[in-house]
């Protein structure tokens, strides 16, 4: 049977960078991607580098929530782990440095006990 359908990404700017949380109707899957926009290049030791989480809660209340994943040197985005799709529950990524100073987190993505996705 077909999944339901419902948004597939989710995308927000702010500060330095942007996140995107991401959707694979194929496999229901939830991962983010970060990159910075202010030009800034990721270095040794971490500055100026930038790292996405994603955290999946379900509606039992239970968390749980991928390790960082740091950005390459340079200016190229960095994937977060995935995450499967479990319905219910709501999704969400955070965006901080590598340091770990928040920066900024996404919109919500969320699905329902039937498999119906939404975006906030």
Known sequence: PARPAGPTAF???F????????????????WACVTRVDGKRCKRAGVNCAQVRVT???????R?????RR????TGAVPSL????????????RFSTFNGKHLG?????SVDAAGNWTAA
Do not use: D
């Not at 942007?18 to 229901?28: D, I, M």
């Not at 950005?71 to 340079?74: A, E, T």
């Open 82 to 93: 995935q995450l499967v799709g479990k319905a219910p529950a709501r999704f969400s990524a």
């Open 105 to 109: 987190a996404s919109g919500t993505l």
């Open 15 to 30: 500060g330095p960078g942007g996140t995107r949380l991401l959707r694979s109707p194929g496999c229901n899957t939830v």
């Open 71 to 74: 950005q390459p040197r340079g």
């Open 56 to 62: 999946r809660v379900r509606g039992t209340g239970t």
């Open 64 to 68: 749980l929530t991928t390790p960082g």
């Open 11 to 13: 995308s927000r700017r």
